[in-house]
């Protein structure tokens, strides 16, 4: 598999497990009144290191950027895409053939380092959450997502195969198209009577 391939691969299996991700995070909040992450100020933090500032007492506080919004959900599904390529490129084409959800919940594990070690003390949060009022509400709400991106990332690998198997099909349908079976050539039925016309139906017609 060349760096194309897993690229592709990656964004595509990345984008979706996002999107699960995102999907899980909306019925939590309608059902249990879990509220997810603003991805505005992911934009914020990323629109204040344009002016060299890369930490924050407080990132709710610090002044909103252009376009902090737009700027923060890509970034939000451009990191999904970074993560599965990863996975994509160490777990290699078997993988791919062959899902499995270990890997994929190993990945999603690992992908909680990002917040942990680098968004959260940014943001005036501390280390993995420590300087929040619930510390450890906070690192479980944060443990709880990634896994669920890590799911999504198995979810997605087995959706994409399943398209490829779906058009591979489609595609061999479609250049090799059902017709009539061909009949035996009008000289087969000659050589086949060595008795004469009397023994031999289609010498009679």
């Known amino acids: 598999m060349n ?3 897993v690229m592709v ?3 595509a299996i990345g984008t979706g497990a996002t999107l699960f991700m995102d999907a899980v995070a909306v019925g939590k909040q309608r059902l249990a009144g879990i509220a997810s992450l603003d991805y505005r100020l992911v934009g914020r933090w990323l629109g204040h290191m344009r002016q060299g500032r890369f930490s924050h007492r407080s990132i709710a506080a610090a002044s909103p950027t252009r376009h902090e919004q737009l700027i ?3 970034f939000h599904y451009l990191t999904g895409m970074v993560f599965a390529t990863l996975l994509v490129a160490s777990a290699g084409s078997a993988w791919l053939a062959r899902p499995t959800l270990l890997p994929a919940l190993l990945t999603g594990l690992i992908s909680v380092a ?3 070690l680098l968004m959260q003390p940014a943001w005036g949060m501390g280390m993995a959450g420590a300087h929040t009022p619930k510390p450890w509400v906070a690192r479980q709400k944060s443990l709880t997502t990634h896994l669920t991106f890590g799911l999504g990332l198995y979810i997605s690998a087995r959706g994409s195969l399943r398209i490829k198997n779906s058009l591979g099909a489609q595609a ?3 250049l ?3 017709g009539p ?3 035996p050539a009008p000289h087969a039925a000659f050589y086949s009577c060595r008795s004469g016309a009397d023994a ?3 010498l009679r017609a």
């Open 176 to 178: 090799n198209p059902p």
């Open 114 to 116: 990002a917040p942990w």
């Open 172 to 174: 061999t349908q479609w």
């Open 72 to 74: 923060g959900w890509g």
């Open 200 to 202: 031999c139906p289609a």
């Open 9 to 11: 691969n990656g964004a």
């Open 181 to 183: 079976r061909p009949g």
């Open 3 to 5: 760096i194309v391939e």
